[in-house]
């Protein structure tokens, strides 16, 4: 309901709160939860992003990822 920008005193009145610090407290919890979600969603995609980074440049640099040369005919001779 909060996400829903539901008033707090809406709130208070139908979890049936006689004190408003009581309803903070419960609103307080959900927005710690949804900090810690949000936060662990951004650290994913960092790792995420990371790692795919980390293969590009191995595949860029690490020698078995590379083509093999082709052999130079005038060095043949």
Known sequence: MLQGEASIR???ELLGH???STTQL???VIIDDLIDDL???LI???IDDLIDDLK???KRTHPR???PAKPDP???S
């Open 26 to 28: 419960y609103t307080r």
């Open 56 to 58: 590009a440049v191995h």
């Open 44 to 46: 994913d995609d960092l």
């Open 39 to 41: 936060i662990d969603d």
């Open 65 to 67: 990822e590379q083509k």
């Open 18 to 20: 006689k004190q408003l």
């Open 10 to 12: 809406h709130i208070q």
């Open 74 to 76: 005038e060095l043949d």
